[in-house]
């Protein structure tokens, strides 16, 4: 018994050993601060700093799925540099950035790295994920593999059928309002958000929806906004059973080669086999920043539609309120009245889009906390103000 023991420790220790030795220099140079456990929310900060640039490397983590970069690369060309009104290097510092670009009409104004991340490196999303997943959502309509977001979650998703879901549209998971009982407190180890990623599928289920089957309702569907990464996993889930492709190759096939990200992206995958929708890609940077130049271009590719007409301007304005003055959530997009919108990710990732001033803001980060607005969330809310004075600044001296 402890021969064979023995001898499973040492076949992992060299398929460790072989996965270091083929990653990355920037990669390699980490991975020898791994975590002992696939609990996220608990890492330490040395070991997120590790693992954030490397969590598709590690089969301690998860598998994933590769989302194809086929096309040439959208050009990203320099421009003259912002004069802003903050000093980026503290700025950097106190986010912890691993990375930070900015592109303002077409053109790289700004773009800088750090702790040991580079331009080839590939960070990982979070709950950015949440608004590449609602996109597809948006083409899986176009293409006609969904009728309409008012179509009811069971219709797509028959293990459902019989819970608390049975009578959740579409547009209730996209905007979050179902109505069914949740917790994403990220620092409660007996919350929904941090259980649900050790369920033990029923067999025969995806994990996502098993967990989320047995969920009790707390108020009727469209009354009520709980942030709940659950249901963006469900909406995975409903466009994988639609379209009867993977995320990862409906996205590459899509928006990720059509539009010309210039690097491959991966997208980690749950227990069961499908890609963590509410989460978990990991890609450069740039083309975090590209995803953003999609969107604000209105979802086209050399003119050619991608999503329905009017999806954009719906899934990036206010359709529920959250609390917050001047803010709202759109279809899995955070919404500013001013007419900007971001995906956001725990630990700070971003993708800030203000359509008025043609400007994209994409920063990778490892925050000391998943989440805490009135520090680092409104820190960086006061950097976006920045950035944006500093493009009126600029546009009124021309």
């Keep these: 018994m402890w021969k064979w023991v023995g001898g499973l420790t040492a076949i992992m220790l060299l398929a460790l050993v072989l996965v270091i030795l083929s990653a990355p220099r920037d990669v390699r140079n980490v991975l020898v601060n791994l975590p002992t456990d696939r609990d996220v929310l608990f890492w330490s900060v040395p070991q997120r700093d590790a693992l954030f640039r490397a969590m598709d490397w590690v089969p301690l983590i998860a598998q994933t799925h590769v989302i194809e970069a086929t096309g040439q690369a959208f050009p990203l060309p320099p421009g003259d540099r912002l004069s802003i009104a903050m000093d980026l290097d503290r700025y950097m510092l106190e986010q912890r950035t691993a990375a930070l670009i900015i592109v303002q009409d077409g053109k790289v104004r700004f773009e800088s790295y750090a702790l040991g991340f580079n331009a080839e490196g590939r960070w990982t999303s979070f709950s950015v994920a949440k608004s590449l997943t609602s996109t597809l959502v948006g083409a899986a309509i176009q293409d006609g593999f969904i009728h309409s977001i008012d179509d009811r979650v069971s219709d797509y998703i028959p293990d459902l059928q019989g819970s608390a879901y049975d009578d959740v549209s579409i547009r209730q998971l996209l905007t979050m309002t179902s109505g069914v009982r949740w917790n994403e407190d990220y620092e409660d180890k007996q919350s929904d958000v941090a259980r649900f990623n050790e369920h033990k599928a029923e067999p025969g289920i995806d994990v ?191």
Aim: aromatic share 14%; glycine share 14%; charged share 15%.
């Design 208 to 398: 996502t929806v098993s967990y989320m089957r047995q969920l009790p309702r707390e108020a009727p569907a469209g009354t009520e906004w709980v942030y709940n990464t659950g249901e963006t996993n469900l909406i995975g889930v409903l466009v994988s059973a639609a379209t009867g492709k993977t995320l990862a190759d409906y996205l590459s096939e899509k928006i990720w080669g059509p539009f010309g990200m210039q690097q491959d992206a991966t997208w980690l995958l749950g227990p069961t086999g499908h890609e963590i929708s509410g989460c978990c890609i990991q890609a450069a940077t740039r083309d975090f920043a590209r995803f953003g130049l999609f969107i604000m271009g209105g979802g086209k590719v050399q003119g050619r539609m991608i999503l329905p007409q009017g999806w954009i301007a719906a899934a990036t304005t206010r359709q529920v309120g959250i609390g917050y003055p001047g803010k709202g959530y759109g279809y899995q997009w955070w919404t500013y009245d001013d007419g900007s919108y971001a995906a956001q990710g725990i630990f700070g990732q971003g993708i800030f889009v203000d359509p008025q001033r043609k400007l994209v803001i994409a920063s990778n980060s490892n925050w000391p906390r998943a989440t805490d607005y009135a520090i680092w969330g409104e820190q960086r809310d006061a950097f976006y103000r920045a950035v944006q004075a500093a493009v009126d600044t600029a546009g009124a001296a021309h």
